[in-house]
């Protein structure tokens, strides 16, 4: 696939495939899960990974062509276009740096949906974070952005962080900062983050959760508890 040395002609081959072999039925049935208008070729999560992983060991001799090949994959409007993107840098996230992570925010800026922005703040953008905490700095400017899918960036890309017992700083600032934000995307992503927060670092997160509970939008409070112990639930709930 890679002795064509042509990363937009890779891409188009990648794409005819993700086309030629998807499920015309599970396309339409995708549609359900979102509030905007998805173009998909109905490809179920198990095969694209298994796709993925062959694809990457036909481009992974070459780092700088496999990202320019992800490249064109996400400045696409297909679903498994971007999340194939997703799933062969992922696996080369290893070899990169900072130069890559600024690639990444930039895609940012060609998220059609929640799903290829969670999976980009998740599997990349996260992880690079983790990798570098000095980077977790971006995260203050894409919360002031007015790009949705920035500000949700600003807290889904902390949740592995959070996870390990990093950016417990960063991640009450981002909560402060996310509070008032009307977007139920926004909310929704700060909603997670705080669930994982305090599924895993419970010390840390509950503390947060109690002292805004009474400002917090109710999507986001109740996302929030939704790991917790009932009676501790039903006490943040009650405002």
């Not at 705080?194 to 509970?213: F, H, N, Q, S």
């Amino acid at each position: 696939m890679a002795q064509h040395r042509n990363p937009a002609r890779v891409a188009a081959a990648l794409k005819k495939h993700l086309r030629t072999h998807g499920s015309a039925e599970h396309a339409a049935g995708v549609q359900w899960f979102f509030k905007e208008e998805i173009q998909s070729h109905g490809w179920y999560t198990d095969a694209l990974r298994r796709y993925a992983g062959v694809v990457h060991t036909s481009l992974a001799g070459d780092p700088a062509f496999l990202l320019a090949v992800t490249d064109a994959l996400f400045e696409g409007r297909v679903l498994e276009e971007k999340v194939l993107a997703v799933l062969l840098a992922q696996r080369s996230l290893r070899h990169f740096g900072a130069s890559e992570f600024g690639r990444f925010e930039r895609w940012l800026g060609h998220v059609a949906s929640w799903a290829d922005h969670d999976a980009l703040a998740m599997f990349l953008l996260g992880p690079l974070l983790i990798a570098d905490p000095k980077r977790v700095r971006r995260v203050f400017t894409w919360a002031k952005s007015r790009s949705r899918w920035r500000r949700r960036a600003a807290a889904v890309a902390l949740i592995h962080g959070v996870r390990k017992g990093l950016f417990k700083d960063e991640a009450a600032a981002i909560t402060d900062r996310l509070l008032g934000d009307d977007d139920d995307m926004v909310q929704k992503g700060l909603g997670w983050l705080l669930r994982e927060w305090c599924k895993y670092r419970p010390a840390d997160a509950i503390p947060v959760v109690m002292k805004i509970r009474r400002d917090t939008p109710r999507l986001v409070l109740r996302t929030a508890c939704e790991t917790l112990p009932p009676a501790q639930r039903r006490r943040i709930l009650a405002r």
